[in-house]
Nanobody, 123 residues
Framework: QVQLVESGGGLVQAGGSLELSCVAS????????VAWFRQAPGKEREFVAT????????PYADSVKGRFTIAKDYAERIVYLRMNSLKPEDTAVYYC????????????????WGQGTQVTVSV
C-alpha cells in the first residue's frame, strides 16, 4: 500500500511558477512509478508528467513540455512537479498517482492516488 499527499497548490499570475510536492508513505516506493495528472472543471483527467527508475512512457505531456519538470527524491519519498511559465489553461486540480514499476500516461494504470491540490492561474 502507498499513501500519497499533495501540497503546494495555490493562486499565481500567468507567467509565474509553482512547485507541487507529493509525499509518499508505504513500502517499496523506490520501485514505483509516479505521475501527475490534472483535471479542470468539466474536463476529463489528463496526464501531465511521470517518472520511474524502471522506465516506461515518455515523461511529459506535449502541453507542458519545456515548462514543467518532474523529479523524485527517493530518500525523502517525495515527488516534485516544478511548473514554470504558467498559463491560465494550466488551472486545474493536480493529482499525484503511483503504480508499481513502469510509468504510464494512462490514469487507469495507476493504483494509488492523492486527494489533489488546486492550482489556479490568473490572467
Amino acid at each position: 500500500q502507498v499513501q500519497l499527499v499533495e501540497s503546494g497548490g495555490g493562486l499565481v499570475q500567468a507567467g509565474g511558477s509553482l512547485e507541487l510536492s507529493c509525499v509518499a508513505s508505504g513500502s517499496s516506493f523506490s520501485t514505483y512509478a509516479v505521475a501527475w495528472f490534472r483535471q479542470a472543471p468539466g474536463k476529463e483527467r489528463e496526464f501531465v508528467a511521470t517518472i520511474s527508475r524502471m522506465g516506461g512512457s515518455p515523461p511529459y505531456a506535449d502541453s507542458v513540455k519545456g515548462r514543467f519538470t518532474i523529479a523524485k527524491d527517493y530518500a525523502e519519498r517525495i515527488v516534485y512537479l516544478r511548473m514554470n511559465s504558467l498559463k491560465p489553461e494550466d488551472t486545474a486540480v493536480y493529482y499525484c498517482a503511483a503504480r508499481p514499476q513502469f510509468s504510464s500516461q494512462n490514469s487507469r494504470d495507476y493504483d494509488y492516488w492523492g486527494q489533489g491540490t488546486q492550482v489556479t492561474v490568473s490572467v
